[in-house]
């Protein structure tokens, strides 16, 4: 049965994806959008929630800066905030060579139009008593912040349909294929045509490109990810720690979301779960650096699938082998900051050709006859 014919269609519904659709429709292209689950449900809405540019690998800065301006200007393109609050990211340094890394990169990152302020543990539990002594120092990006990552895929997911695309959602999309003219796509029992097609299927985007013969070595990465119960309000910056083995923030309600390790994950049937031994061993980090938290319990764990490439950033841009493919996925634990952002770009790719954004780094011709990663269950 064939169903449909558009401009672009798109695979993937996380926040990435719904926000290329909401771009690509101001364009005026028309544009059908493919998920296997509900929009945002996958990495989209099972991460931590840090929006950071703090910490970041430099080749993505430019990225993360055009992402951070688009964070501010929600309300006017989704029509809620999402949470968004720009709380500052603190990164925690626990011995001496943690704060020469911490010292090391903010000197870098001034050359990257990033400024970040370090100070010693004196006087970083001076500015936040909250901090255990552990803490040895910090340094602080005081325009980062969080968001509720269980909100903006599906905010991107309404505005894309209010403004014509159509959404799909429990739509597994099966193959792909180009045609000479456009692209064939399976997905729901049904075949739709489109003249581009655009990945950003997450892990499964590994999936997608090898279709094309584009195989890359993606492999799984579950974050293991925990909350409290509310509690006094204390914590009012987002925190991570050098090495990135714990990180902490906490919601104006009260409850306190951690994380640390990585859960189990099935990725052939999509389903993942936490693990009891990696959320301890987050717990005992987190007491480290918050030991007051001692007594909160604990009401929920949780995991989901993201995409992990060997580099530990993402594949964007065209395919090397297929005309008006659009890669965009292999995010690595820290693409959510980037969505709004990446949507623009994958828009400006498909409309444009070209990007206003620097993606050599990212081309998945770097990745050129390596084999798939097996798939650990």
């Not at 890394?101 to 008593?129: F, T």
Request: hydrophobic residues 45%; glycine residues 14%; charged residues 20%.
């Amino acid at each position: 049965m064939s169903v449909g014919v558009f401009d672009v269609a798109i695979v993937g519904g996380g926040t990435a994806g719904c926000a290329a659709a909401l771009a690509l429709r101001k364009r005026g292209m028309s544009v059908v959008l493919l998920e296997k689950g509900q929009c945002g449900a996958m990495a989209s809405g099972t991460n931590f929630g840090g929006v950071r540019r703090q910490g970041r690998d430099f080749r993505e800065m430019p990225l993360a800066t055009r992402a951070r301006a688009i964070w501010d200007r929600l309300p006017e393109l989704v029509g809620e905030d999402c949470e968004f609050r720009a709380t500052g990211h603190l990164k925690l340094a626990r011995d001496a060579a943690e704060m020469a890394e911490l010292e090391r990169y903010a000197r870098d990152a001034r050359d990257h139009g990033l400024e970040l302020s370090v100070v010693g543990g004196n006087a970083v539990r001076a500015l936040y008593p909250w901090l255990g002594e552990a803490v040895t120092g910090a340094s602080l990006c005081p325009d980062d912040g969080q968001a509720n990552p269980r909100l903006v895929g599906p905010a991107f997911a309404r505005a894309a349909r209010a403004a014509g695309a159509e959404i799909r959602e429990f739509a597994p999309v099966t193959h792909a294929r180009w045609t000479g003219a456009g692209f064939e796509i399976d997905a729901g029992g049904a075949t739709l045509r489109a003249r581009l097609l655009v990945n950003v299927a997450g892990f499964w985007g590994g999936e997608v490109a090898a279709w094309f013969g584009e195989p890359v070595p993606i492999r799984p990465l579950c974050p293991n990810m925990v909350v409290t119960e509310p509690v006094p309000y204390v914590i009012d910056r987002s925190i991570g720690v050098c090495g990135g083995n714990v990180y902490v923030r906490q919601v104006e309600r009260g409850n306190v979301i951690f994380g640390g390790g990585r859960g189990w994950g099935d990725t052939a049937r999509a389903i993942s779960r936490p693990r009891a031994d990696v959320a301890r061993d987050a717990m005992a980090r987190t007491l480290a650096i918050l030991p007051w938290l001692r007594d909160a319990r604990i009401i929920r764990t949780w995991t989901g699938f993201d995409g992990e490439m060997p580099d530990d950033i993402p594949v964007i841009g065209p395919s090397r082998t297929t005309p008006g493919l659009i890669h965009a996925f292999g995010f690595s634990g820290h693409g959510f900051q980037l969505g709004p952002a990446i949507g623009e770009i994958v828009a400006e790719l498909v409309a444009d050709g070209r990007s206003a954004s620097p993606l050599a780094p990212f081309a998945i011709a770097r990745f050129a006859g390596a084999p798939p990663a097996p798939a650990p269950r």
